[in-house]
């Protein structure tokens, strides 16, 4: 009686073994999505954990449920590199942080899906065809970053009240630039300031803009976006330094000691991004997706920046704020 209890239990191993092969192979077919992006910018951003966190809440988790690769660039020439690596892993889709990446990315693919996530201009770039139809293999969020520009202008006037002169640091690398500078200079006319435009190619020119600036008697600065990825604490340092009030469209740039960021909620913005990436990897083609635009912005103070720079930051102001940092 023993002897064929045992025998039965052999059986049932033999049985079970028999079925383990067709299982695993069942659960090592389960793909896990992978996408790569590409970052206009350093690795010290804090735009990684923004991105993964708002994967994490609808399911995906880096490692685990989806497989990113990242690459960071600030210029053309290194981006089209990273986008031929990106591209090499057969990524399932693309995401592309800033214009200029978009527009590599845009070279380098056109059947793989490509996310924007956070384009100035995406119309005019020729990114997309429309923000409603854009076409072809990308879509994803406009940052509508020249708009908000406008309201910097407006913000500088009403935390300055003696502001005559502003100087716009602006990247030669970013095709929104222009954008920006036809926003800022009809801003400026209904403001009745001076504005100075000072286009620079990146981070390595900083100081001597800032000369510049300094020496053709500007009294602010409003500081392109793509300046503060990354390197929003060594700019910030630069300007506080020539006692230069500034103002960039990203938190980061306040935080690091800018005087003030105004510009699209960086959590939204997140969360729309990874909505993008879950409908395309769902079967949505992203030429039927429309681009969307930011409707949450957050105005954020530094108010230790404005102590050094014996700027006084009225109640009014600090009511309007977001968020003051102390």
Known sequence: MKRRSCLGCVASVFTLGATLPGWVAAQSAVKVPRIGVLRWGVPGDDNRPG????????????????????????????????AAELLSMNPDLLVASATPAGQVLRDATRSVPVILGSAADPVGSGLVASLARPGGNITGVSSNLPAAAAKQVQLLRDTLPGLQRVAFLGSTQDSATRIFIEQLEAAARVQRLKLQLMLIG???????????????????????????????????????????????????????????????????????????????????????????EPTTYELVFNLATARALGVTVSQAMRLRADEVIE
């Open 51 to 82: 991105l993964t966190q708002a994967l994490a809440a609808i399911g995906y988790r880096e490692g685990q449920t989806i497989t990113i690769d990242w690459r960071w660039a600030t210029n053309r020439e290194l981006a089209k590199h990273h």
């Open 202 to 292: 990146g981070a390595g020119e900083f100081e001597t803009a800032a000369d510049t600036m300094l020496r053709e008697r500007a009294q602010a600065v409003i500081v392109q976006p793509l300046f503060t990825l990354g390197q929003s604490g060594p700019l910030a340092e630069v300007l506080a330094r020539r006692k230069l009030p500034s103002i960039s469209a990203l938190r980061p740039f306040a935080i690091a000691g800018g005087l003030m960021a105004y510009g699209p909620s960086r959590a939204d913005t997140f969360r729309r991004i990874a909505s993008f990436v879950d409908r395309v990897l769902k079967g949505a083609a992203p030429a039927n997706l429309p681009v969307e």
